[in-house]
């Protein structure tokens, strides 16, 4: 079945970066849009960044659009999330999936703290 391993997270000061990682298995990566999603308790999870198959093409929601840059390598079956200039709105546990129609399986996530 599909399964997504995320790891990256932790705490980190305002103003900080950390890069997320997520290896995906159980489908086939290089043909699947990816996303990276994000939710703090009691709301929603929401989409944050999305890329296409090759890489190419990349959206973002406005709330990080300029400071999250999505990536992938296909050979290895990850995606990748570089967070910048974070500020704490920005902690939540962050979940990787396909992009805009996600796998009813979600991984365990990772929680990013963003606190002095």
């Known amino acids: 079945q599909v399964q997504f391993v995320e790891s990256g997270g932790g705490l980190v000061q305002p103003g900080g970066s950390l890069r997320l990682s997520c290896e995906a298995s159980?489908?086939?990566?290089?043909?699947?849009?990816m996303g990276w999603y994000r939710q703090v308790p009691g709301k929603q999870r929401d989409l944050v960044a999305q890329i296409s198959t090759s890489g190419g093409s990349t959206n973002y929601a406005d709330s990080v659009k300029g400071r999250f840059t999505i990536s992938r390598d296909n050979a290895k079956n990850t995606v990748y999330l570089q967070m910048n200039s974070l500020p704490p709105e920005d902690t939540a546990v962050y979940y990787c999936?396909?992009?805009?129609?996600?796998?009813?399986?979600w991984g365990q996530g990772t929680q990013v703290t963003v606190s002095s």
């Open positions: 159980g489908l086939v990566f290089s043909n699947t849009r």
């Open positions: 999936n396909r992009g805009s129609f996600p796998f009813p399986s």
